[in-house]
């Protein structure tokens, strides 16, 4: 297994002396689907904003495919790992969508042709090509978040990280959003999304690190997940699943999917 | 609902005088302006207002925006002439009462109608034809040459257009405020000024925090896609004058010439 | 002022959307067009308190330039640069005053603009009225009879709101 991100003993303090990140460590798989998981408050969005060289650590280090942040190499990071904010409305900010798509890969230098390609493709990868035209504030939540997306695709980074790329989306929304996500994802692309929704990470993750009061408490397959004192200890409920399944453990096992859930059903069923 | 659209005057279209590159109409405006101040001919300023008007008819603006366009200075405008028409000492022609209108009275409020008149339409013109995008764009590369005396052109510009694009957003923001407001009773129509003052106070602080942590939070997500203040940057779409352009401030040149020689000159009706 | 500081380019772009949202929000029409805001030049004035005076300066001309497109009025290029770039940019003033009490700051700037609005109303007069008016009382008059009420409610709001030092313990 080849690792993308590999985080050692990070330490993090606010300017107000409050400690947000208190020795974290933990490792992402490349091209894995990893979710990390957490209470508000946990260190969720700090910790996000470590992977690509925003937060200067206090104390630890991380690495990027094998490399260590640091200044000379942050342009190189910030090109490898994409970082899309919760809030769209924090990101976009030119007067039009193409123009927010083309500001990324304008910072980078890159001729008038492969900034006008990039966009493009980024746009059509989140199907917002026909919306380019539009100023933000005429977008829906979903639209605006598939913008930033697509702002955060032009720069072609191996790694794409999300900070809550469902919160407050509608059912559609969400699904928009998981579409693209596995999109990225058998394109090779390391996805890693912060999120507290565990019904949605059973489902999608296949890598999972459990974040609290700064700590990571767990780390590893999503089997993790089906441990509901280590879910609740962390101010996590256990998913639906786990709930259903629990008390005929014995006879069918926890499922990880919907899909794994079904056919256990219906074996005992038919 | 507000967008960049409605906060200016700004007419979205696409005739000529939309499709001008942004720095002809400034430069434009700048000419009507000498020349308004240049002049001091009723007949030469009459046909300035006729050009003027020519290119509102090119704009494909209506009349009826045009008076849009006037009606906050009407009060002015008023006051100007009445103030020219009956203060200004010479011939007598008419007497009212204590009033009396003399021929030089006439004439400087007939100077006067013309030149408000002009000003002010050449500047909506300015502002109805070109989307503030636009205008900023303009501004920007007018203000290049400034940059090597340490002007920063591009963060205003970078300002200018993070302002444009959320004006939209934190007037949302404030309605959304004022709602929840008025569904706790607050009284957003009363008349005395204290009491509408200390309506708005839950306002004020929300909006206030918000708009700077999102500055704040802005910052960072442009950082993260690789923005760095001054370093170089892909060029996309930089202004450029087409043929029209070149033609529309050749024309501009040839009026303002034409003018000075008319004036220098003397001729053509001189005696007013 | 070379190489604004990021932060500061988009503080100063959120500054001036807040302003201009602000000056939307009339708590009191004046009858010949002047007209009390809700608090509409603290967002300046508050940036050139934490900025200083140069980035005030600018953010206020910006200002001023994004209220001539909304309330346009150009009789006079003299006019015109006294009533926007000038009296919005004297709201930089505050910047003198960076970081220490912030009243003499919001006084300085709404005086600046006012002083700015006073003389262009006499540039007015004096190039389309006739001689012999006095032009001066008019002006003041008139300008002072919707600064003074924005002033004492931004100096309410500083003082009343805590506005600086609420800002500042969160950004």
Known sequence: MKIAVEIENLMFFYPDGNKALDGVSFVVPERSKTVILGPNGAGKSTLLLHLNGLYTPNRGKVRIFGKLINAENIREIRKKVGLVFQDPDDQLFASTIFDDVAFGPQNLELDKKEILRRVEEALKAVDMWDLRDRPPHHLSLGQKKRAAIAGVLAMEPDIVVLDEPMAYLDPRGQEEITAILNRLNNEGKTVIVSTHDLDWALEWADYVVILNAGRVMAEGDKSILTNRRLLEQNGLKAPLLVTLFEDFEGKLGIPTSLKEAKQKLKKIML | MINVNTIGQYIPGNSLIHRLDPRTKFFTLLVAVFLVFFLDNLVHLGFLLFGVILVTFLAGIKPKMFWQALKPVVFILVLALILQLFFTPGEKLITIGPFKITREGLINSGIVFLRLVVMLLSAYLLTATTSPTELTHGLESLLKPFGRFGLPYGEIALMLTIALRFIPTLTEEAERLIKAQESRGADFYTRGLSKKAQMMLPLIIPLFINAFKRADELAVAMEARGYRIGAPRGKLKPLKFTAKDYLFLFLNLLIAMLFVILKLWGGFPAKF | ?171
């Open chain 3, 1 to 171: 002022m070379k190489g604004l500081d990021l932060r500061v380019v988009t503080r100063g772009g959120l500054a001036l959307a807040l302003a201009v949202v602000l000056s939307f929000i009339k708590i009191w029409q004046m009858p010949q067009g002047g007209s009390v805001t809700l608090l509409s030049m603290l967002p300046v004035v508050y940036f050139a308190y934490t900025e200083g005076f140069l980035p005030g300066v600018l953010v206020g001309v910006l200002y001023g330039l994004l209220q001539y497109l909304i309330e346009p009025y150009f009789v006079h290029p003299v006019q015109f640069l006294l009533d926007y770039p000038v009296a919005f940019g004297a709201l930089g003033l505050a910047g003198l005053f960076a970081k220490k009490s912030p009243y003499p700051g919001v006084v300085l700037a709404i005086a600046g603009r006012f002083l700015a609005h006073l003389i262009s109303g006499a540039v007015f007069f004096a190039s389309y009225a006739p001689e012999g008016q006095n032009p001066w009382v008019y002006s003041a008059i008139y300008n002072g009879s919707y600064l003074l009420p924005e002033l004492i409610l931004t100096l309410g709001a500083v003082y009343f709101l805590k506005i600086f030092e609420r800002l500042r313990k969160v950004t």
